[in-house]
């Protein structure tokens, strides 16, 4: 029997995935107070927005993969919002920069979580908005014990918040300090936020979509696009030292609305694997399975051996290529990048050495192009230590700096969703005083050069690191996973998915297993950083891999036995109705329940 930090637990009415216990219990309620999946993750999303403020927030976003009973054809819910009217190239070149921001207000993009969360309710969901917003309400309203990190977050950016943004002070350093660990911390202001998007429903009458609609349009269109309208004109320090207004407005938020969008999808070995499209980086992972595939090597799907990390190493290698040279919000030749005539010439370039170069493809013979700051020869910045800059995750050493969030849920009729809420966090940007909660900082995954697939420009999403998986069997759901990360959200999965579905692994065992991830890939967050050739992998491999490893020409650097990877997963069996989940059990926070 192999040990596993905790049981894959089963049972046939519910499971719960997400990255906080308070945020999986709470959902889990829901499903015993009757609710489905859908009302439960989105119990899930908002109470993630209180209990993990470092690492989401309503002023952020959340792609997500659907499954329903009725209809088990996985369907993406977009909750990614695009660039404001306002952020051109020109503004930012004005500005005199060439890399957007990684925090502060001129980084902002149209939030986009909130509305998400609440038309999945509207179109998927069974109960009322005060039913699924009420453990938020109150967890914001009366308190919740903080997570050590959130503290150790706030005392990263304290001297940023005493001296340039007061209004995050105000909220996080009460009595002029960082709040403890365990400390029951409250967020009013916010959980006022909440009530009066419920009060907005109610006013509207008895129907729960008049309810749900309602409360939508006094996020876009009342209190809430107010005081962000107001609130974006104020400048405030940046990540680019000097202060600058952001360019989000009211406008923006009313003409914004998440989306039901058809997902990329891959079959593989049985299964069907589904992804968010192209704007997203989840077709990554596609590509990556499909290089594997045309390897014809059994071994290179092995992630416990040297010869089948090298492998999946630089098939992610060859996928990140091409995300860098054609991902994006616009026409992607997504049938050419996923054909396996295609997967077969990026095999081809696998060899016994490790690649140190960024070596996009030629779908369909069309030439690639590349941003400057990431050509070969490039002039690059040193990796600077400002805390605020980035998606919060793991340093290049793997030293944890936080974490995005997933949660999983399926139910008892069937019904299954994975999502990946993130930005928004509280060292983005200021927090709104009104509302309680900052904006986002996703525009800065933007390229201010044109021409290029990932280009800014006003109304286009940014090409987004979130990348929920969803996995059928003979057209019914079966696996729904994901993990926080930034560019290793991809990189975790795959070996993940390798071990469940290729090496029958146990859901609790594939998470457990130690993890790697490679640096040699332009960082979709500012500064842009990109370190050709480093691997970084969990100290729990055996020095026979390691050496193995280096052999191949990768340079090993050592991260913490427990510290890459950040799974949560959930399944079932449409056979016999039974459901299984699993959870991360690294920094000691993700949680899985059901029964």
Sequence with gaps: MTFTTRPTIQGTFGMVSSTHWLASQAAMGILERGGNAFDAAVTAGFVLHVVEPHLNGPGGEVPAIVATAQDPTPKVLCGQGPAPAGATIAHFRSLGMDLIPGSGP??????????????????????????????????????????????????????????????????????????????????????????????????AGADREAQIEAARRAWSTGFVAEAIDRFSREPFQDSSGSPHAGLVTGADLAAYSATWEEPVTLDWHGYSVAKTGFWGQGPVLLEALSVLDALDDPGAYDPSTAAGIHAQVEALKLAFADREAWYGDGDVPAKALLSREYARERAALIGERASTELRPGRPDGAEPHLAAHVRPGAARRADPTDPTTGEPTVQSDGVTRGDTCHVDVVDRWGNMISATPSGGWLQSSPTIPDLGFPLGSRLQMFWLEEGLASSLAPGRRPRTTLSPTMVHRDGEPVLACGTPGGDQQDQWQLPFLLRHLAGGQSLQEAIDAPAWHTL?????????????????????????????????GHEVRLSDAWSLGRLCAVTRDPATGVLAAGANPRGMQGYACGR
């Design 106 to 203: 001129l980084a902002a993009a149209v939030p986009g979580a909130v509305d998400a969360w609440l038309l999945l309710l509207r179109d998927h969901g069974t109960l009322s908005l005060d039913e699924v917003l009420a453990p938020a309400i109150g967890y914001a309203g009366a308190g919740h014990p903080l997570v050590g990190r959130v503290g150790d977050t706030v005392a990263a950016v304290r001297s940023l918040f005493e001296e340039h943004w007061p209004t995050s002070a105000q909220l996080w350093l009460r009595d002029g300090r960082p709040p403890a660990a365990g400390e029951l911390f409250a967020n009013p202001t916010y959980a006022r936020t909440l009530e009066r998007l419920v009060q907005a429903g109610q006013a």
């Design 520 to 552: 040699s890939l332009p960082g979709s967050f500012y500064p842009r950083e990109m370190e050709p050739g480093v691997l970084v992998v969990e100290d729990r491999y055996d020095e026979d891999t390691l050496a193995a490893l280096r052999a191949y």
